[in-house]
């Protein structure tokens, strides 16, 4: 059963390219089925590529006892030339004859091609509808196409792979799988063949009634049912899982910002505001401003706080929209300019886009390993002693100066903080360093 696995993924790329219905007969398309049979010729070398999607179990996919053998055969209406270019794959060596379906549903060989090659079958006569198939004849036996129909439909010819229980699973792939053609949910658990295959990518063949895929408390089942992914349990991405959106804060799990407004319902939660009203407190959400926090392990703050960084960043701030989910945080364009010997890690750059900013709290805690004087040049100076000597810069575009701004000391956890009305480009300098550089300036000055 594992192996059918890998050759029908293969086989619904294929085919889902080139068997849907055609609404064109040119080149492109003609180029789009070649490279559907080189992907269908190459069958037997894929397995080993594709088992990860599916389960380490399939490991005896890669032996040649395993191998699956089968022959494709599919179709389509050149307009121009009022004929069906007929593909066939094999994953076997040999003539393949093809057959097309006649009176009384007769076959009558049409005409002998070689395994993977293509032909061109001249429609002569009008017809509302026919069958063509391919056999061949292999040293392990027969191996046979399952048909497709070529079908006179608003003036033109289009082909189509059979699909006898509607469950948009082709019946050669429901051969490949095991599944029943004749019946769309083969198992009985519920699940279309289609759900299982393709979606949910369970065992058509094992039972799954009660599933939860992805773990948030919704069936599989109601999931299907609700459209929304039963593989993730926040399918709009907004922060919410499905289940809660439906239960708890009655959201739509398909749309991330319920109520337009343009604050995604995980925000608007999380600054106490209502996803489905667009001004909670009589002011339009998008406006409305809230302290939000910003930790040192949200994603807006990854690129700061690397693991080898000498300090990690946090913020608190006061600011209208969604500021962790716009936040935009990374290395200054102008660290190259303003580094120095004083300065402690890379000078840091923040933007917000999302909203009105009224206040920021800047938090840089300093690692451990860095707190201790390294020059110790000023033993007499309390204010120069370990976390002590550290002090927040902003970088002030419209002078061209990196300067100074109030900062706090917390020593019993080695933060230093500032507070400001503006994000921009801030660094941490080592004040020991910097008193020392100035007095070597002054001292030169002076000779």
């Not at 059918?4 to 080149?27: D, G, K, Y």
């Not at 080189?38 to 037997?44: G, K, L, P, R």
């Not at 962790?324 to 933007?351: F, K, M």
């Not at 080592?430 to 002076?446: H, P, R, V």
Request: aromatic share 8%.
């Amino acid at each position: 059963m594992k192996k059918a696995f890998v050759l029908a993924a293969i086989c619904f790329v294929l085919t889902f390219s080139a068997c849907s219905e055609q609404t064109e007969s040119n080149v492109s398309n003609s180029d789009t089925q070649s490279e559907a049979l080189n992907a269908a010729q190459e069958v037997s070398d894929l397995p080993q590529s594709v088992q990860s999607e599916y389960s380490s179990e399939e490991s005896d996919l890669t032996s040649e006892s395993s191998r699956e053998h089968f022959i494709l055969c599919f179709g389509l209406y050149d307009e121009e030339n009022n004929a069906v270019e007929v593909y066939c794959s094999s994953t076997d060596s040999g003539i393949v004859s093809l057959y097309e379906s006649g009176v009384n549903n007769e076959w009558t060989k049409i005409t002998d091609v070689s395994e993977n090659e293509s032909y061109s079958y001249k429609i002569t006569e009008d017809f509302k509808e026919k069958k063509i198939k391919a056999v061949q004849e292999t040293a392990d036996g027969k191996l046979e196409s399952a048909a497709f129909s070529v079908v006179f439909s608003d003036g033109k010819y289009i082909c189509e792979m059979s699909d006898s229980d509607n469950d948009k699973v082709f019946d050669f792939q429901e051969k490949i799988y095991g599944t029943d053609p004749d019946n769309s949910d083969t198992d009985g658990d519920g699940f279309s063949d289609y759900d299982e295959i393709v979606v949910l990518k369970t065992d058509p063949l094992v039972k799954n009634e009660d599933g939860d895929l992805d773990g948030d408390g919704l069936s599989d089942k109601k999931e299907l049912e609700l459209g929304t992914d039963p593989r993730d349990a926040d399918t709009d991405g907004d922060g919410l899982s499905d289940f809660d959106e439906l239960n708890k804060y009655k959201t739509d799990p398909l749309n991330a910002d319920t109520d337009g407004d343009t604050v995604i319902d995980g925000a608007e939660i999380a600054m106490g505001l209502d996803p489905n009203n667009t001004a909670t407190f009589g002011v339009p959400d998008a406006e409305y401003k809230t302290k939000q926090i910003i930790d040192a392990d949200s994603d807006s703050l990854k690129i700061v706080n690397k693991k080898d960084s000498p300090f990690t960043l946090s913020l608190e701030i006061t600011a209208s929209g969604d500021v962790s989910g716009s936040l935009i945080a990374g290395r200054s364009g102008y660290a190259t300019v303003i580094q120095s010997d004083n300065q402690i890690g890379e000078a840091i750059e923040l933007r917000y886009d999302g909203g009105e900013i009224d206040e920021v709290v800047l938090h840089f805690q300093i690692a451990d390993e860095y707190v201790r004087n390294e020059l110790n040049l000023y033993p007499d100076v309390e204010e120069l002693h370990g976390v002590k000597r550290f002090n927040i810069f902003k970088y002030f575009e419209d002078i061209n100066m990196l300067l100074p701004i109030e900062t706090t000391i917390d020593t019993q956890t080695n933060t230093i903080s500032s507070t400001v009305d503006e994000l921009g480009t801030y660094c941490v300098i080592d004040l020991e360093k910097w008193f020392k550089n100035i007095e070597e300036f002054a001292d030169m000055q002076s000779e």
